[in-house]
Structures are given as C-alpha cells and as structure tokens.
C-alpha cells in the first residue's frame, strides 16, 4: 500500500513542478524523493512523473492520484489534529456510568465546569442502580468511565475517590429523632424500607445485616435510595441510604449509625490512558466529595 509519504511527494511534484523544489519543500533529499515516486509507481503499476531532460511532467495518472492523495493527506491531517485535541483533553466522547444517587450529589460540579471549558468533548451520562451493572457496561464497551461504589468484583483499574457515610432515615416523630446516632441492632425492631434485588443496595444491606447478626423486617421494597429516604420520612418505617441520596430527601430525619458506617465512592476505568476518562477522574479527585449532613 502506498505510503503517506509517497503520495506527500507526489502532491509536491505536482505542485512545484520539480523535483529539487519538491525536495526542498519536504525538506529531504531529491534521491529519497525520487525513491519515493519510484516506490509509488510500482505500487500503481504505471509512471506517475516522465523524465524529461530538464525537469519532469507530471502524467495523467500522476494528476488522478494527486487529487485522491490530497484528500487522503488532509484526512490524516485531520485525524493526527482530532487524536492531539483528544489526547489534550478539549475534543471527543466521554461515556460516564454513574450510580443514580451520585449524579446530583458528585458529578454535577465537573460536568457544568467540562460543558464550561471543554464544549467540544461530548459527555453521555448513563444512571445505574448496580455498581456490577456499570461495571458490565464498561467491559462491554459501552461505558469508558464508572462511578459509583465498589462493585463486588472487577479486573478494570480502580481509583478511590473517598468514602460516602451510611446513614438512617426515620419518620420525624420517631424515637431516633432523639439520638444523635443509631445503633445497628435497634433498626431489627423496626419496620424496614427495603430494596429491590435490582438494586446493588439489597445486596449490601443484606450482607451489611448478617455482618452485624441481626435481621431487617421488611415492609416494602423500592429500586430508589432516594425514594426510601422519601418513603422512610414520610413514616413508612426505617432505612439505610447512601449519603447521596439525601438531596430528595425532603423531611424525615437523618442520623449516622452507631459505630459510624462508610463505604468506598470508586472511578473505573477499563483504560486507564484514556485522557478524557483521565481527566475527569483528577477533576474529581481535586474537588472532592461532598460532606455528609446529618441532623444530630
């Protein structure tokens, strides 16, 4: 196949007309441009420039294949400007799965500052409920950067943006309200606002029970953190939510557990390189997550 640099001298010969112009426009030698042409044409199978005593012509076929080579040669142009521009992080596509209570709570910030700074990067924003389910999506290629706790398990590179808290949220005449934090083993007795199983969270509060060695009494189940919090506020019963979730959270109260409960806030990235993924990942990592308020 015919190399760039072949079809570049071919466009400078035609261009210029000579071949000591044309070398000196590439700045190389007139043997290795003529090596080039010579290369060219056997792979064409057909003379692209004639010899002639002083100077060259430039042949029909040489004409046709400089006008496609022209267009080939801005195409690479363009390509080598679009992979600089990516790699500087101010053009291109960058596919966030992000936990659903998160997006408000963590990831608006830095997307107002890139929709900002970076309006050419084009950002697509995924909202899960399973941390396993985003990862799924990243291996897929379907996703080049997760947000959200830690998944039960992943190969991908793995960065710890910080811990969110844990918390309990209980109707505002309920007896927690009197606390400044809540016991695990007093939640059993209660009336629990559970999770559906498509939900990551039913799987972390039922593990986070068994750990504990007590027993939750579920009265409903939802697929929302942010809907329990609602739920447990508006005297359904009791539950545990994720920080995040407290931005929808309009009444109720909230108290922290007793020791104090946290879990990791993680960003996966299935190619660590990938500057745009990168980059959002430090702008992150700079701002920080916010702190968890509690009412006691």
Known sequence: ???????????????TGSVTKAAAALYMSQPALSHQIAALERELGTRVVERLARGVRVTAAGHATAAEARVALQAAARAVRVGHEVGAGVAGRLRIACAETMTVWLLVPVLRQWCSERPAVRLDLMEFTSADRMVDHLMAGEADLVIGPRPTGTSAHVEVLGQEEMVVVAPEDHPFAARPSVPVADLASEPFVHYDQGNGMAVWIDQFAASHQVTFTPVLRTRSPRTAAQLAGAG????????????????????????????????IMAAPADSLARRFVEDLHARGLPATETDG
């Open 236 to 267: 359904m019963g009791v539950t545990i939510v994720p920080a995040s979730a407290l931005i929808a959270c309009p009444y109720g109260v909230v108290r922290s557990m007793d020791p104090q409960v946290r879990r990791d806030v993680v960003a």
């Open 1 to 15: 196949m015919a190399t760039l640099r072949a079809l570049e001298c071919l466009v400078a010969l035609v261009d």
